[in-house]
């Protein structure tokens, strides 16, 4: 089927690890490892918050609400995935490469805005605690992560849309999924308007999120140290450093892939970094808040012991 100069592209085919090709078993196993606990994990903090009324305050409600971001977020990604590394077929459609791209980029911004939110629930936690139950009400909590989501699909929508309009000329994309840069790379025409457009993107949504959890903790930190007991500042810091490993993590992986400029890696160590933020990261929240947080820690204790009880 044509259209003017260019043929209509209705399939793509992603390269994925083909140069891995004799670790791709490997590759398979570990990812498949990675993916059940992500899953999992996941999945047991979304429950135990729901089910645990110690936890029903604003800060798990927000760390529910990313839990089932990055889940979703996975599912998107690692299915496909997984089975391009074992099968021999690694087409993917063209709705469906417009559809992975949607929702990992929908996702992937909102779970940077939620990051925001819990960083200004401490913020609110240790240097307004007066007033923590009237400004960090259910319906304002509702309303952050309602924001979180909206931006995140008013961001997704234009730039698919703007990927999808240019005319493609080839159908192999360098990467394991349909990231934004490796599927405009095939267009047949100059991307420059497109690539800007995808650096001040990236830019409002990275740093604007990142500027705001940094001033958030300097508050914080600000509080912290005028707390006259070492016992009490020590207190005040453990509420944080679960969130604040997850941010640094986050928005660094974050930051690397999308900031730096476009020629600086090759496509093997733009991959390893693709993996970073859709593997590893996802992995984090269930990781640290199981392993840091006391109140995770008691909530799951609990639960184990209604079950053999």
Do not use: W
């Amino acid at each position: 089927m044509e259209r003017g100069d260019h043929t209509l592209i209705t399939e793509f085919v992603l390269q994925g690890f083909s140069s891995f090709r004799e670790h791709q078993l490997g590759l398979f196993v570990v990812f498949l490892a990675l993916y059940v606990v992500t899953l999992a994990g996941n999945t047991v903090i979304v429950t135990i918050i729901r089910t645990d009324p110690h936890l029903h305050t604003p800060i798990y409600f927000f760390l529910s609400m990313l839990s089932s971001s990055e889940t979703i977020y996975t599912l998107v990604i690692l299915p496909r995935t997984l089975s391009s590394l074992v099968g021999t077929n690694r087409s993917i459609s063209r709705a469906g490469c417009a559809t992975q791209m949607f929702f990992f980029v929908t996702f992937g911004i909102t779970n940077c805005f939620l990051l925001t939110a819990m960083g200004y629930d401490r913020y609110v936690a240790i240097c307004n605690p007066l007033r923590y139950s009237v400004i960090m009400n259910k319906r304002g909590c509702v309303q952050l992560v309602g924001g979180a989501c909206g931006i995140g699909l008013i961001v997704a929508t234009t730039q698919v849309t703007s990927v999808f309009r240019l005319p493609f000329c080839a159908t192999k994309v360098a990467h394991f999924f349909c990231d934004i840069r490796p599927v405009m790379k095939l267009s047949c025409v100059d991307t420059s308007v497109n690539e800007t457009l995808t650096v001040i993107i990236s830019v409002l949504v990275i740093l604007v999120p990142m500027g705001l959890v940094f001033i958030s903790y300097v508050l914080i930190v600000s509080t912290i140290l005028k707390i006259p007991s070492a016992r009490g500042r020590k207190k005040a810091f453990a509420t944080c450093a679960s969130h604040l490993t997850v941010v640094v993590v986050h928005y660094g992986c974050a930051s690397v892939a999308y900031l730096k400029p476009k020629s600086e890696n090759t496509r093997d160590q733009d991959q390893l970094i693709s993996v970073t933020y859709t593997v590893i990261t996802p992995l984090l929240n269930p990781v640290v808040y199981t392993l840091r947080n006391k109140e995770v820690k008691d909530a799951l204790l609990r639960a184990a012991g209604r079950k053999l009880s």
